[in-house]
């Protein structure tokens, strides 16, 4: 088993920033790879962005590519979503999921958090 606990939601402004943090605990984390989901009211939940475990590999989804940095620390167990010039449509729950594979489906992810929300106002 693997549990995840995101961090660091809030409310920021349209243009703002924030940084989520997703904390990992129990079997060997190193060996997953992390991906960023969110999911706004009404629409299904979206890919946003992933990191192989070794962090050396990225994706993003288009709507976040330019503005979301992912980072990980194995040593700390710690998976970062760096969110830079957020917009309201931004506004979602954001949720950080392990998986043995680096992929954009969230079928692909065995284990996830319990989310935080971010709100974007305009």
């Known amino acids: 088993q693997v549990q995840l606990v995101e961090s660091g939601g809030g409310l920021v402004q349209a243009g703002g920033s924030l940084r989520l943090s997703c904390a990992a605990s129990g079997r060997t984390f190193s060996r997953y790879d992390m991906g960023w989901f969110r999911q706004a009211p009404g629409k299904e939940r979206e890919f946003v962005a992933a990191?192989?475990?070794?962090?050396?590999?990225?994706r993003y989804a288009d709507s976040v590519s330019g503005r979301f940095i992912v980072s990980s620390d194995n040593a700390k167990n710690t998976v970062w979503l760096q969110m830079n010039s957020l917009k309201p449509e931004d506004t979602a729950v954001y949720y950080c999921a392990a998986s043995r594979s680096l992929g954009q489906s969230e079928f692909a992810y065995d284990y996830w958090g319990q989310g935080t929300q971010v709100t974007v106002s305009s």
């Open positions: 990191i192989s475990w070794g962090g050396g590999r990225t």
